[in-house]
């Protein structure tokens, strides 16, 4: 799978403070949701171990990462 942050930084201006917070909170929201849509599919009790164990991990990265968003910024 390629990387979806490839060349990000290449021309862009700095990010309007505002809009990154804006863009943080929605991004938090969808990890969210996506955190609901996990906890789904591990209620379905699927028979494999490791596909069980796969879910779990799943949902932890989803809340890693929801927590490293919420955390401030350093000031810069």
Not at 24 to 45: K, P
């Amino acid at each position: 799978m390629e990387s979806v942050i490839r060349g990000w930084t290449r021309g862009r201006p700095d990010p309007d403070p505002d809009d990154e917070l804006r863009k943080t909170e929605m991004a938090v929201r969808q990890l969210e949701r996506a955190e609901l849509y996990v906890v789904s599919a591990i209620n379905l009790d699927l028979a494999s171990w490791e596909r069980r164990q796969a879910l779990h991990d799943l949902r932890c990265q989803v809340l890693e990462v929801c927590d490293l968003l919420r955390r401030p910024r350093p000031v810069e």
